[in-house]
């Protein structure tokens, strides 16, 4: 079964430093999001991505974060100066159309130190 | 804005009993759809379940079925035979859709019930 991959498993990063986390999507889907889960907190919705631009995001999402589409396969979330408060699991996910579910990547885990 | 509340933080059931974890919302929306992720402890997120507002029948997947009850905006998921592999954290979601019939599809979470299943 297809399924969406997401690199590096764990990414370790000092303050202040840029840090851009990967996916790959599964082939024919179209819509891609990113989501945030901070230890022991909930999955927060970060921002969606639909026809080569941001559909929604969240105001978590804010001048700090950038997401990027650049080859028709990879879609990357970037993170400028990284804050010790960015360090979470950050999901990638992505749907075939707007009535199926999301089929989630295994997360990056990003240390900030 | 939409909100989901799971009011349970953790729960515990014996190996093959039975066990319910609750889930409200809170939308104006009509059409939306609801579903429960399970996130064992390598942090995966896997679909269980998921339910159209607009069916009135319930979803049901193998050993795992919800209780929807639209006019309460209550989704309740129940785990027949609990099973050692369904030691996880179960999330709720709410996902609202455009009057067009698709969706953003941004998914809004609870806070999770950390399901233990002993032995």
């Known amino acids: 079964e297809p399924e969406v991959t997401q690199t590096p498993s764990h990414q370790v990063t000092q303050m202040g430093q840029e840090v851009i986390l990967r996916c790959v999507p599964i082939?024919?889907?179209?819509?891609f999001y990113w989501y945030r889960q901070i230890l022991g907190q909930k999955v927060e919705f970060l921002v969606s991505?639909?026809?080569?631009?941001?559909?929604?995001k969240s105001e978590i999402f804010d001048d700090q974060f950038s997401v990027e589409r650049p080859d028709g396969s990879n879609f990357t979330l970037k993170i400028r100066s990284t804050k010790l408060e960015d360090s979470a699991m950050y999901f990638c996910?992505?749907?075939?159309?707007?009535?199926?579910?999301?089929?989630f990547g295994d997360g990056t885990r990003l240390s900030i130190l | 804005a939409q909100t989901v509340t799971q009011s349970q933080p953790e729960m515990s059931v014996q190996e093959a009993e039975t066990v319910t974890l609750s889930c409200t919302y809170d939308?104006?929306?009509?059409?939306?759809?609801l579903f429960w992720y399970k996130q064992p402890p390598s942090r995966q997120m896997i679909l269980v379940i998921r339910?159209?507002?607009?069916?009135?029948q319930n979803a049901t997947e193998n050993r795992f079925s919800v209780n929807f009850q639209k006019a309460a905006k209550s989704f309740s998921l129940k785990i027949s035979d609990s099973q050692l592999g369904d030691t996880a954290m179960y999330f709720c979601?709410?996902?609202?859709?455009?009057?067009?019939?698709?969706?953003?599809?941004?998914?809004?979470f609870g806070k999770g019930t950390k399901l233990s299943v002993k032995p």
């Open positions: 996910a992505s749907r075939p159309d707007s009535n199926q579910p999301q089929h």
């Open positions: 082939s024919n889907h179209l819509y």
């Open positions: 991505f639909y026809n080569n631009e941001i559909s929604e």
């Open positions: 939308t104006s929306e009509n059409n939306y759809y």
């Open positions: 339910q159209e507002a607009y069916k009135q």
């Open positions: 979601a709410f996902m609202r859709l455009m009057n067009y019939g698709g969706s953003q599809g941004n998914l809004i």
